[in-house]
């Protein structure tokens, strides 16, 4: 099992800059991908950033030259700096993982942390 805990979440204004930490931890091999969420009111979560075990990013048109992944994986963690911040941005943060769990097992699960809020204001 694998526990994700996301942290820095908080209170900003519009223009200014928050950093997001997910700490993974438990029974891990290889995570191969590490990405945020964010959830406004209502059912759908949105991605907005995803790195993989290689380094490769993608962002999605509405976060891209704004937010920036990144993944330390000696330590099992993934960061999400997040500059320029607009009222939009205004969601709960979902830290997500897909982990093999061990070096003779391909099968990969995915996991999800419990979210951080992120409230911008004018």
């Known amino acids: 099992q694998v526990q994700l805990v996301e942290s820095g979440g908080g209170l900003v204004q519009a223009g200014g800059s928050l950093r997001l930490s997910c700490a993974a931890s438990?029974?891990?091999?290889?995570?191969?991908?590490m990405a945020w969420y964010r959830q406004s009111p209502g059912p759908q979560r949105e991605e907005v950033a995803r790195i993989s075990s290689d380094g490769s990013t993608n962002y999605p048109d509405s976060v891209k030259g704004r937010f920036t992944i990144s993944r330390d994986n000696d330590k099992n963690m993934a960061y999400l700096q997040m500059n320029s911040l607009k009222l939009e941005d205004t969601a709960v943060y979902f830290c997500y993982a897909v982990v093999q769990p061990t070096a003779t097992q391909s099968n990969v699960y995915q996991y999800w942390g419990q979210g951080t809020k992120v409230t911008v204001s004018s």
């Open positions: 438990g029974s891990m091999f290889k995570i191969h991908l």
